[in-house]
Structures are given as structure tokens and as C-alpha cells.
């Protein structure tokens, strides 16, 4: 047991015994060393090898000195040329409550375009402008697209720009203003430019400038294709406006048929399933499974395969269900990963012996499910004391392993 030496008060002087105790307290005061700790002085610590011991690292200087870990962050990412360094630091300082701003996310995109790295500087602004943690202003998501497009992969890039889009209203309206310079210097916009400025209105709710447009189209003699409706879809839809969207559903098929590019249907497709099943219409979705108005537009096999996923997406595993049974009644099977999706689907929504039913169905077709998706059915069954059916299928899997 350490003993504490302290003077002690003279002659019941109150003056001395009140210093006393103060120089008592100030020696066990934390922030006081003792005289046998280990203390390193400043000049001793640029010779540890330890991160911990850095007066720049994030034990010794606080995350809310934002000004410092910006400048020390721009300094790694523009001036080092070591964006894994930054990325590193910012992960560390996120720890600590850091929340990263458009200067930091600036520095980073424009580092990792540096290092050549254009797919990871696309995913890390699209997650950014996605997740609302960072939004830069109007001038820097200028200066951070005309980046990106260096990179060569303009559908990433179109990816970022829809999201900012949703993000920051204002820049569709200064988007239809460079749309209205460029006719103005004689250059004609294109369905492309178009249909993106559409899908910009409709992503912020403003279907009626979105209509105008999709007018102005045929009036200037662009031919809207099946994308351009199937963003005018979308923005119905989300204004509740059903019938009207059926219709141009109905229009859609038909322009479909027409197209040639068989990429733009299948992501016209991709975006009115999503859309119905995003707006609840699930029957909707059912019905164009039955009844396959897109005609042979887009592959059968692609059809299937994409209501499966965005059923799947929105907790309608039963329903993804329903079009396994659909497509195998005529004749194609879904794909493993997919199915294994759906079992795995209904067994964590406690639906096990609709889960149990699919496996005996889909190990006709060569389906096992995954390591995951087979635990969790045989814990499922016997949480509701089904152990024979939970018996079974270790027996299956223990036969085809």
C-alpha cells in the first residue's frame, strides 16, 4: 500500500492546514502524474514506434478539432498521394463520432481518381449521397462528376447523378437550364438527355415538369424509347395516380415491342416491376407474370428471374414463391441462388414449413440450400418441435453432400 507524505499543519494553523489539503488533493489529482508512473516527455515521444503516442492521432487530439483532420486528411489524400492512409484515419475518427463532410469526401474522391481507382470513387459518393451523411454543394458535385466521368463509366456516373438528383432539387432545375442553353446554341438534345431529366423531375416529385417534357420530346421530333416511359412510370406511380400509370404501362409494352436494343427493355422491365412492387401493386406484378404482355421484348427466363428479385426485396418471399411456380409450369427453373433467397426469406419470417415444402420441391431441379439457409431451417423446425421435418432434411443434405 502506497503511503501519501503530506506536510502536516503547524501550531493548528488554519492557513497551513488548508494548504495542506489543497497540495493533498492536487497530489491525487488524475491529471497530476505520480513519481512512478511511466511518463514519456515530448521529446521522447517522436522515438516510440506506437501509433498511440502520435500528438496527431486521435487519442491525443480530439475529432471535434475539425479544421485539423480536414487539413491532415487533404494533406494525405493531395499532397502524399496515400488515400488508404486517409481512408484508415477517417474509418478511426468515425469511431469516435466523426462525421465526415463534403471537404473530406471531396478529398477522397478526387485522391482515389488519382490512383486510378474510379469504381471505388464512384461507390464511395454514391453511398455518401445516398445514406444523407454527405451532400456537397452544387459547385463541388460540378467538379466531383467531371471527375468521375474521366473514369470512363458513364452509367456509374449516371448512377451518382440520379441520386443527387433526389438528394438536391435545385440541381434538376439547373440541369433544365444547361438543357435550355443547349438549344439555344444550337445543339438538340437526344432521348438520353431527355429521359434524364425527366427521371430527375419524377425522382423529386415534380411529375407535372416531367409530362411537359415528355410532350416537348415528341413535339421536337425525339422518339421517347422505353426507358423515357418507364421513368415517367415511376414518378406516376409515386403521386398514387394508378390508372394513369396503367396506361402508360399499356403504351410501354407496345413501344417495347418496337425497340431493338434489347438492354434498354430490360432495364425499362427492371424499373416498372420495381416500381409497382415499391407502390404495393403487387397484384399488378402477378398479372404481367400470367399474362406476358412485353410479348418476346425481353427473355422469359429474364422475366422470372427479375420479379423473383424485387419480390424478394420487399418481403414478399410467398409471392416470389408464386412465380417459381408459374415459370415452372412452363417450363424454366429459377435460378439456385434465388430460390435459396426465397427459403431463406420464409424460414427468417417464421413461415419453416412453407420453407420445408420448397426444399422437397426444388431438390427435383438440383437445389441444396446454402450452409446458413440449411442451419436455420433445422433450428426452426425443431424451435416448433417438428423435429421429424427437421430430421429429414438433415437426412437429405447428409444424402447429397
Not at 200 to 211: L, Q
Request: aromatic share 10%.
Amino acid at each position: 500500500m502506497r503511503k501519501f507524505l503530506f506536510p502536516i499543519p503547524l501550531q493548528n494553523s488554519t492557513k497551513t492546514f488548508t494548504s495542506s489539503l489543497s497540495l493533498f488533493s492536487t497530489f491525487l489529482s488524475p491529471s497530476v502524474h505520480q513519481p512512478n508512473e511511466f511518463y514519456l516527455t515530448h521529446q521522447q515521444l517522436p522515438q516510440q514506434t506506437s501509433q498511440v503516442y502520435e500528438f496527431d492521432s486521435v487519442q491525443y487530439r480530439s475529432f471535434i478539432d475539425r479544421a485539423y483532420w480536414t487539413k491532415r486528411i487533404h494533406k494525405l489524400c493531395a499532397i502524399d498521394a496515400n488515400v488508404d492512409e486517409a481512408l484508415r484515419l477517417l474509418d478511426e475518427l468515425r469511431l469516435q463520432g466523426y462525421h465526415p463532410d463534403s471537404l473530406n469526401l471531396s478529398s477522397i474522391v478526387h485522391a482515389l481518381c488519382d490512383a486510378r481507382r474510379f469504381s471505388e470513387a464512384h461507390q464511395r459518393f454514391l453511398l455518401a449521397v445516398s445514406s444523407h451523411s454527405t451532400v456537397p454543394d452544387e459547385r463541388t458535385c460540378n467538379v466531383l462528376i467531371a471527375r468521375l466521368l474521366r473514369g470512363g463509366t458513364p452509367e456509374e456516373t449516371l448512377r451518382v447523378i440520379s441520386a443527387l438528383f433526389c438528394q438536391k432539387p435545385s440541381l434538376t432545375r439547373d440541369a433544365h437550364q444547361l438543357f435550355v442553353d443547349m438549344r439555344k446554341r444550337g445543339h438538340a438534345p437526344n432521348v438520353v438527355s431527355y429521359t434524364t431529366l425527366i427521371d430527375g423531375y419524377c425522382g423529386v416529385g415534380e411529375v407535372r415538369e416531367a409530362e411537359k417534357l415528355f410532350d416537348e420530346m415528341s413535339e421536337c421530333g425525339v422518339i421517347a424509347n422505353a426507358l423515357t416511359y418507364s421513368a415517367l412510370i415511376r414518378g406516376v406511380l409515386r403521386k398514387r395516380d394508378i390508372e394513369h400509370g396503367k396506361q402508360l404501362i399499356g403504351k410501354l409494352w407496345s413501344v417495347m415491342l418496337a425497340e431493338e436494343d434489347e438492354l434498354v427493355n430490360n432495364a425499362a422491365f427492371c424499373n416498372v416491376i420495381n416500381c409497382l412492387c415499391r407502390e404495393g401493386l403487387f397484384h399488378e406484378v402477378f398479372n404481367i407474370a400470367e399474362d406476358m404482355p412485353q410479348g418476346k421484348s425481353v427473355a422469359c427466363g429474364f422475366v422470372y428471374a427479375q420479379m423473383i428479385d424485387s419480390l424478394c426485396q420487399f418481403g414478399r418471399y410467398n409471392g416470389s414463391a408464386r412465380i417459381v411456380y408459374m415459370m415452372r409450369k412452363r417450363g424454366f427453373n429459377p435460378s439456385l441462388v434465388a430460390y435459396n433467397a426465397i427459403v431463406h426469406g420464409l424460414v427468417k419470417e417464421g413461415d419453416c414449413f412453407r420453407a420445408y415444402q420448397l426444399l422437397e420441391e426444388g431438390i427435383q431441379f438440383g437445389y441444396l440450400p446454402s450452409e446458413f439457409t440449411y442451419k436455420l431451417l433445422v433450428e426452426s423446425l425443431c424451435h416448433v418441435n417438428d423435429l421429424v421435418k427437421a430430421k429429414e432434411v438433415v437426412n437429405v443434405i447428409s444424402l447429397c453432400c
